[in-house]
């Protein structure tokens, strides 16, 4: 019998051809060829009102003029039109060789695909753009660093049944699709996702993992992640978090996501009110680099904050896209405004092909000492290097303990100056040199 699916989005067809800090450059005016076969979707009746930036909406005029606005804000017309080969993509940026060498030479999963909003913010004329980095490959994917690996965090290793990871206690990560609207040239989980030609994750595994949860009382907090739970469909998503729901020892749901900041269409009035028939659930919200906080951003975060969806932000630290404090603070900064608390800075896990993203873990500990006390203590997350073979999330702070003098802490604040704590019997910086 056939496995039923649950993707609106059709599948990809298996694939043997295609695996700056600054703020993006105005797109160009009359360099680029027009798309020479627009893709459009049947019309269907005008969906409800979505604000189009002016960059995007001066794209979708150029590069889509046969697509409405409502369509456009079709999170599903997005999917099924992603940017899928080197032959769509050189149409509407000046493709580098090193990039066409990389899409042409790519066989398995993560294919490249680009949600056509995402494709806006691109910087036509810049590989060297942040944002352009991030998604389209170039052949650096192709060269394995000395300690990568397809799964480097073991997640393999901690999956009692298929497509859960039971590492902590009392925590569980269910990974409930291998599909995502826009694929991330570093992503941890590489090795899954878009294999298959992006076939669904059947309802039997779905009904594994639920079971597996039901009958493990530990398990008090789900991680909902993928692939991008959120390219399932309300049915399906209300199907997961309603069973989830009915299991008493379960207090804590969270979705992992980039769809708020690579597709914002996809939150939906309906997907919100979705949301909000359910026990508190919380979004963990992947952002990359100040560039992504559009208009259309702006509108999705408003629309979940004002349902009381709690999000946190999580964070990649990145060479050449996000590794320095002026572009860290704007991102966090700018999250504050949108009402996404940061949370996470990550270093870049070591999967195979990402030498060309990782910086050194100095200098994630260098961008949390330039915010902690220059900005409020709420845009400043926590960096945590995420321990190679299952070991977990390490957090990373900058010292600031100089050591002890008697009964005293000598500590040191953001801008250098010390400071003494009476500390009686106290054990921490015992072991520090204070002159």
């Not at 309906?270 to 990359?288: A, D, G, Y």
Request: proline content about 8%; glycine content about 8%.
């Amino acid at each position: 019998m056939t496995e039923e699916r649950h993707f609106e989005e059709s599948e990809e067809p298996p694939s043997s051809r295609h695996r700056s800090n600054g703020a993006a450059a105005p797109i160009r005016s009359a360099t680029i060829l027009p798309l020479r076969t627009p893709l459009t979707a049947p019309r269907q009746k005008a969906a409800p009102r979505f604000v189009i930036g002016e960059r995007t909406e001066t794209f979708r005029q150029r590069f889509y003029p046969a697509v409405s606005k409502a369509e456009w804000n079709d999170w599903r017309w997005q999917n099924r039109n992603r940017i899928r080969s080197a032959e769509q993509l050189a149409q509407i940026i000046n493709a580098s060789n090193d990039e066409l060498e990389a899409i042409h030479r790519h066989t398995g999963p993560l294919p490249l695909a680009i949600a056509p909003y995402y494709a806006s913010l691109l910087d036509p004329d810049d590989p060297e753009q942040g944002l352009r980095r991030t998604v389209v490959p170039v052949t650096g994917e192709y060269y394995r660093a000395p300690g990568e690996d397809d799964d480097p965090l073991g997640e393999d290793h901690d999956s009692p049944v298929p497509n859960l990871v039971h590492r902590y206690p009392d925590r569980v990560l269910f990974l409930v699709t291998g599909l995502c609207s826009t694929y991330c040239r570093y992503c941890t989980r590489s090795r899954m996702v878009g294999a298959a030609g992006e076939r669904s994750v059947r309802k039997s595994d779905h009904e594994t993992a639920l079971d597996y949860i039901a009958r493990t009382p530990a398990v008090r907090d789900v991680l909902i992640s993928g692939g991008d739970p959120l390219s399932l469909d309300d049915d399906r998503l209300d199907y997961l978090l309603g069973r989830l729901g009915k299991i008493p020892h379960v207090e804590f749901v969270r979705l992992g996501t980039k769809m708020p900041a690579v597709l914002p269409q996809r939150i939906t009035r309906e997907f919100v009110r979705m949301l909000k028939r359910h026990k508190p659930v919380w979004m963990s919200i992947h952002f990359t680099h100040p560039d992504e906080l559009t208009p259309e951003v702006a509108e999705a975060c408003g629309r979940l904050a004002d349902a009381g969806v709690p999000m946190g932000s999580q964070t990649v630290l990145l060479k050449g896209v996000n590794d320095d404090v002026g572009t860290m603070k704007r991102l966090m900064q700018g999250l504050l405004k949108f009402r996404v608390r940061p949370y996470y800075l990550y270093q870049c896990d070591p999967i195979t092909g990402s030498s060309h993203f990782r910086t050194t873990v100095d200098k994630g500990i260098e961008i949390i000492e330039g915010l902690r006390g220059h900005t409020t203590g709420y845009a400043v997350p926590t960096f945590v290097v995420d321990g190679p073979g299952g070991g977990g999330k390490i957090p990373l702070i900058p010292d600031y303990v100089v050591g002890r003098e008697g009964d005293d802490l000598v500590l040191r604040n953001y801008a250098g100056k010390v400071f003494r704590y009476a500390d009686p019997g106290g054990r921490v910086g015992a072991g520090e040199v204070t002159s």
